[in-house]
């Protein structure tokens, strides 16, 4: 078996469709509904005239199939967390590459992450969706594929699961306001999971590059760019227009500093807004292409 | 209530444990050396297939036993400083060549279509190997002096009976066909060849000499 595994082999059965991050931000039907004028200011003058909160709860009127959604992306989430670990258990040597007690904590990550695929696949049942029924962006594992252990931990573990605590905590509030015990009961147990994931990752980076300033100013750069990615365009924020809210109180049980949540507060509404900009110059461009045909 | 002075016999009548074992301390660290530098390859091998294997229900067990198997190394890392190796990467090492040439063996299948080969190397030839080597040291080892080492030896073996039935429950679901059942076999007596030349995982005289 070889050392280090590229994200395209990743292994699936028939019912999975693969997709990159550039296939979901190009497809217009991406649920990212935010109000953008004809010049991506942002302006509530969107062709639909939705309203500015776009936060996941109950009373949306595409509430079922948006938590639906977001199950399935919770679920390949979990898949690709699974294999991340377990990759950093195999690709590197112990010692050398990377301390005994860093990959017993992989290991652990690794029965973590396979209950939590088992939990998600019994929460897609009970919320009415089947495996596959969406596609999966395979971006959770391209960040788990840095040749350093330390980019890893700060790509994956403090990156990817600090939004999953975002995800969980938003989640488990949904099931709250619907009255789903089951979903608030299982969100519950999985967030538990994913704040000691990112102690995990916060106490390790430190660890590793106590006397290293440059590679933990690598690794940071490295997170930073993942926290952009993941915020899926302004998925996730502290914005009201965002479907994901930021869990500062979880964020800082697992280790992140004020500082630190306030960098990724900063990264989320940029992506907000980069998102808003995008959107507003498809539709602008979809308006002048129409005016043309009408002409 | 019966007198608290009367004098008691310290060991009960029913407490027929012994005090002579056939492992003094250095044999029993270098054996602990072994089994954890086996359990360490193993955990990491069943990390890296996590991502090979299509199959959802075998991901999933190859994660929740990755973890099995590295907390038993973790196990036989704290027990070699009990046993006078203050530096336990020393004594974390294979029996012999052969044990590295099976591991190498056993980790060399990488594609999608090759799950009943890595599971055939895993559950039908290196954990029956550890559930032998595990339940000799059990059952030849002072049952007063060494206690630390049988306490885990029990823990770890529960493991590998669960682990066992688990993955040869899996693979009896995954071989469906003659020719399936061959390439099983076939996988199995290359290994078993490597594993016969190491004598087991704590190397010739792992389970003693008949």
Redo the contacts between chains.
């Keep these: 078996?070889?050392k280090f595994?590229p994200v395209e082999?990743?292994?699936?059965?028939s019912r999975f469709s693969k997709i990159t991050i550039a296939d979901r931000m190009a497809d217009q039907r991406t649920a990212l509904a935010v109000n953008v004028n004809a010049n991506g200011n942002g302006d509530a003058d969107g062709p639909s005239k939705r309203t500015n909160n776009m936060r996941l709860t109950p009373s949306r009127r595409d509430a079922s199939d948006g938590a639906r959604g977001l199950m399935h992306g919770i679920f390949v989430g979990e898949?690709q967390a699974?294999?991340g670990?377990?990759?950093?258990?195999?690709?590197f040597e112990?010692?050398t590459e990377a301390p005994?007690a860093l990959?017993?904590d992989?290991?652990?990550q690794?029965?973590d992450?396979?209950?939590h695929?088992?939990i998600s696949?019994k929460l897609s049942d009970w919320m009415g969706s089947e495996?596959g029924q969406y596609a999966e962006n395979t971006v959770l594992?391209e960040a788990a594929c840095s040749s350093d252990p330390v980019l890893r931990l700060a790509g994956v573990n403090r990156a990817l699961e600090g939004l999953a605590i975002d995800v969980f905590t938003t989640m488990k509030e949904f099931g709250d306001l619907a009255g789903d015990q089951y979903l608030e009961f299982c969100e519950d147990w999985m967030l538990a999971d994913e704040v000691t994931h990112v102690k995990m990752g916060s106490d390790w980076l430190r660890k590793i590059t106590e006397n290293d300033p440059e590679r933990r100013k690598k690794a940071l750069e490295f997170q930073n760019v993942v926290d952009k990615l993941f915020s899926y365009g302004g998925t996730r924020s502290d914005s009201q227009e965002s479907p994901i809210g930021l869990a500062r109180r979880f964020r800082e049980l697992a280790g992140f500093t004020d500082d630190e949540v306030e960098v990724i507060a900063e990264v989320s509404m940029q992506a907000l807004n980069e998102r808003k900009v995008a959107v507003g110059q498809i539709r602008e461009a979809k308006r002048l292409a129409d005016q043309s045909a009408h002409k | 209530m019966a007198d608290p002075y009367k004098p008691r016999a310290p060991f009960a009548p029913w407490d027929r444990r012994t005090l002579p074992g056939i492992f003094d301390v250095e044999e029993s660290a270098r054996r602990v050396g072994n089994y954890k530098w086996t359990e360490m390859k193993l955990f990491e091998a069943l990390g890296g297939w996590v991502a090979t294997v299509p199959e959802l229900d075998v991901k999933m067990r190859l994660g929740t036993h990755c973890y099995k198997h590295a907390w038993h190394a973790e196990l036989w890392h704290k027990r070699l400083p009990e046993l006078r190796e203050m530096n336990p990467e020393r004594l974390t090492a294979p029996a012999n060549d052969a044990m590295v040439r099976f591991i190498e063996a056993m980790t060399e299948p990488e594609g999608p279509e090759l799950t009943i080969e890595k599971l055939v190397g895993v559950y039908r030839v290196l954990i029956p190997r550890f559930i032998a080597a595990y339940t000799y040291h059990l059952n030849g080892t002072s049952e007063i002096t060494d206690a630390p080492t049988i306490r885990s030896l029990k823990f770890i073996l529960q493991d590998e009976f669960d682990d066992w039935r688990d993955g040869e429950m899996i693979l009896q679901s995954l071989i469906e066909t003659p020719e399936e059942a061959a390439r099983a076999a076939a996988h199995m007596q290359k290994l078993e060849a490597i594993m016969i030349e190491a004598g087991g995982i704590a190397g010739i005289g792992t389970l003693g000499s008949l």
């Design positions: 078996m070889r595994f082999d990743l292994a699936r059965d898949i699974l294999e670990a377990g990759r950093t258990c195999w690709d112990t010692g005994f990959k017993l992989m290991a652990r690794c029965w992450e396979a209950r695929v088992e696949v495996i594992f």
